[in-house]
């Protein structure tokens, strides 16, 4: 496995790599879910590349830069064992070198929900998601469905920029309990821990309902904010039932709907969504 950090070992490696090359951006601090990404991207591609970056542009001024966690040696580990060809981790100085001043923006599917609450957050990602497809030149890219938002923004992305990239979206992995695997929910202390299960029994009640045959929202959003209410160590930022494609609020369930959450437990964000139809 290489271990590139600047552009020009990333960009050397990368030439060498026969056949097609599959990309799994992370933040570090790996878990089963980047792992599942890594491993599916194996199976499809003949090369995989893994970036490992903390992207400092889609955090806001009061959020977590600072603390999210790392472990690199960790990672370094668990990407061997996976068999990766390439993992970069670039310096922060050479993704925003002194002087930077150009952006890549997404302008409508990121107005709602993550991007309402997180201003500035997708021009970060889609930015650096830009830099990453354009240094590394991947068939494919893989994401997680845990970060819906960002995979519509990111499909939103490819096709305007005409990309040649296939964007692949995995299912979320979760824990025994059905908590999302997540590198904030090393955050929660035990307490809390068994509190953030909740995201995952309110998205079920309302999954259940819509199982049923319930159509309207407005319904299948207050069974789940209900569930999340009833939690104490819990408080609901929001909860969304939107079109898979527009993320625009909906008032019925015909087509295809994304249900999420935010959630906080404690001082930690957390995010999860279902797939409604
Ligand atoms: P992050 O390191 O949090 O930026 O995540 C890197 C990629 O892994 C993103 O595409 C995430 O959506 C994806 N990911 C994070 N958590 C999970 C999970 N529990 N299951 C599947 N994919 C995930």
Known sequence: MIIARKLDELITARRKLPGTVGLVPTMGFLHEGHLSLVRRAGQECTSVIVTIFVNPTQFGKNEDLDQYPRDIDHDLQLLEQAKVDIVWIPPATEMYPAGFQTWVEVTELTKPLEGEIRPGHFRGVTTIVAKLFNAVRPDTAYFGQKDAQQCAVIRQMTRDLSYPIQINICPTLREPDGLAKSSRNSYLDPKQR????????????????????????????????????????????????????????????????????????????????????
């Open 194 to 277: 068994k509190a953030a299960v909740i995201l995952f029994q309110a998205l079920s009640k309302a999954k259940d309902a819509f199982d049923n045959g319930e159509r309207k929202a407005e319904t299948i959003r207050k069974l789940a904010a209900d569930v999340i209410n009833s939690e104490p160590n819990a408080v609901l930022q929001y909860v969304s039932c939107a079109d898979f494609e527009t993320l625009s609020e909906i008032n019925n369930i015909d087509q295809k709907a994304i249900l999420s959450l935010a959630v906080f437990i404690g001082k930690t964000r957390l995010i999860d969504n279902f797939i409604l139809g």
